[in-house]
């Protein structure tokens, strides 16, 4: 398996996803809110807000999980709504099966839709030595520490071969040292597996140090309040956290975060903000 790193910058000209308009009910209840987001081929886009701000609904819409009230999602011009199996999904939780190996979970995709091949296999076992689980390529779940868990879910993900890779808060449950180890990890698949990512983040400083741009959503209804592009050299290290660009950035998303939920009447968004 031969894995090139690319500079990753996005092609300005073309769109990956365009998202127009979504809004959604649940009951009485609106969880978006006439949601329009466009996003570029190879682009790292994070989606940050608190609990309650439509960030999972938006993703269960362009995943297809969910058939939203109106509004259109297209892929690649093609129109995705209700339609599953049109991008790679993760979870928070790993939902590793534990009956199979972690071989057999990163081919879980090709099992469920058509069998998985040898070729398969040797694909995906090539994927997990070049990320670091060659040595666990037939453990079982119960074996395996969380970040590993995560690392193991991610890789069935990648398998699954769809360009637009929907990520949502895949490390909120991890301690902050595997986090960040986790998170350097990603932007090295990200970088040479040349895809497009959708991240959903409560974590300001993860949104910024991952994503090309941040998107802000706000809840009650659910929608974006700004966008905001970041504007730190790639590749990151973890140096840049504490670099002046990286404090500024931070600095202007608390603003916007607070000074949108001031004028909407919105409490303060309960996001983590290390000190």
Same mark, same amino acid.
Request: net charge positive; hydrophobic share 45%.
């Given at each position: ?68 009230? #109106? ?73 395996? #520490? ?112 607070? #000074? ?16």
């Amino acid at each position: 398996m031969t894995i090139a790193a690319t500079d990753n910058a996005p092609d300005r000209a073309a769109v990956k996803l365009s998202v127009k308009h979504l809004t959604h009910h649940f009951g009485v209840f609106k969880a978006l809110a006439d949601v329009s987001l466009d996003i570029r081929p190879r682009e790292f886009v994070c989606i940050l807000g608190a609990s309650g701000c439509g960030k999972s609904t938006l993703f269960n819409a362009v995943s297809g999980l969910l058939k939203v009230g #109106s509004g259109h999602i297209l892929l690649d011009g093609r129109d995705i709504a209700g339609k599953p199996g049109e991008v790679g999904y993760m979870l928070q939780k790993d939902l590793l099966l534990p009956w199979r190996t972690v071989l057999g979970n990163i081919t879980l995709g090709a099992s469920l839709t058509r069998g998985a091949t040898n070729d398969d296999r040797a694909q995906a076992a090539d994927l997990a030595v070049h990320y670091g689980l060659g040595d666990f390529l037939n453990h079982f779940p119960h074996a395996l #520490s969380g970040g590993m868990r995560q690392r193991v879910a991610l890789m069935r993900t990648i398998a699954a071969g769809r360009d637009l890779m929907l990520l949502d808060e895949p490390f909120g449950a991890l301690d902050s040292q595997t986090r960040i180890g986790m998170q350097q990890w990603l932007l090295q698949i990200w970088r040479e597996l040349n895809r497009t990512v959708m991240f959903v983040t409560h974590d300001v400083d993860e949104a910024i140090f991952l994503g090309d741009r941040v998107v802000i959503m706000l809840p009650k209804p659910g929608r974006i309040g700004s966008i905001l592009h970041v504007e730190l050299p790639r590749p990151r290290a973890m140096d840049c956290l504490t670099s002046p660009a990286f404090v500024e950035t931070k600095r202007r998303i608390m603003e916007m975060l607070y #000074s949108q939920a001031t004028l909407h009447g919105v409490p303060g968004p309960g996001l983590q903000v290390p000190a």
